[in-house]
């Protein structure tokens, strides 16, 4: 259901526009951060609510004979139910079938009131890493530091190298982990993998004035050639302290090796 102010926004929308109800209702998504195609009217829809306020000053409906749309009548106690089942659950998530089981109705047409009457939407949720109590006091303190460092240095930002490794797959496989499809209907869409598919990993860092690498982790077999090694502290810190003091010594910068806090002997 529309509120009065936002039938009184349409139909400014629609004057402002050269009486064009498709770009009003553009517009009025963009407004109203609504999915596009997703209500709240039709341009038809609009075109009589216009109608109908150039006829009798007014915005709200005419009032009905008979009972009430049954839609409109239980769209209130499936907002309910929802906030119940996402209070009831650790994530705060959701879920339209559970809330169409406690109150007896079809999935489908609780769904139905969800979108057209409530405008709600599904959204998936993304995994993040995960911050434990102890995280707060680390980061407060380095954030601390590195103030402190810049007051003293402005340009000691641009000194720091930013370093990262990622493993690159020999048959041109990616990594699809965050990757999401945006459609109007399941596109049922799959990739075949190998059980096992080569990979190579590399790394590379960057400061605010050159790159140095990339490196890889490897080793040579006599048997199967170069064969990607696993990334532990000690290999971490045989590349800082071999390979990449060598191309910062052909810089002249200064380098100091520290081995991230997260390898474990």
Not at 53 to 65: C, P, S, V
Not at 200 to 218: L, Y
Not at 227 to 248: H, K, P
Request: charged letters at 25%; a positive charge; hydrophobic letters at 40%.
């Amino acid at each position: 259901m529309l509120s009065a102010p936002d039938k009184a926004l349409l139909v400014k929308l629609f004057y402002m526009n050269e009486e064009s109800a498709t770009i009003a209702l553009r517009k009025f998504r963009v407004q109203k951060n609504v999915k596009s195609g997703k209500g709240p009217l039709t341009p038809a829809g609009l075109l009589k609510l216009v109608k109908r306020f150039e006829e009798t000053g007014k915005l709200e409906d005419r009032a009905r004979a008979g009972r009430p749309c049954l839609k409109e009548a239980r769209a209130p106690c499936i907002a309910v139910e929802m906030e119940a089942i996402a209070s009831e659950a650790a994530s705060g998530t959701s879920s339209a079938r559970e809330a169409a089981r406690r109150l007896g109705l079809p999935p489908s047409s609780v769904r139905n009131i969800l979108r057209r009457i409530l405008q709600l939407y599904p959204y998936r949720l993304q995994s993040c890493h995960e911050l434990l109590p102890a995280d707060t006091a680390q980061r407060e303190a380095f954030a601390k530091w590195a103030f402190s460092k810049m007051e003293q240095d402005p340009t000691w930002v641009f000194n720091i190298l930013w370093t990262d490794e990622a493993h690159f797959s020999l048959h041109g496989d990616v990594n699809n982990h965050d990757c999401r499809i945006w459609a109007t209907s399941n596109p049922r869409e799959y990739t075949q993998k190998p059980l096992h598919s080569p990979k190579v990993t590399a790394w590379c860092g960057f400061t605010g004035s050159f790159i140095i690498g990339p490196f890889f982790f490897e080793t040579q077999c006599p048997v199967n050639g170069w064969i990607t090694e696993t990334v532990n502290s000690q290999r971490y810190l045989t590349l800082l302290s071999g390979d990449c003091r060598a191309m910062f010594n052909s810089t002249r910068l200064d380098f100091e090796c520290h081995v991230h806090a997260g390898w474990s002997n």
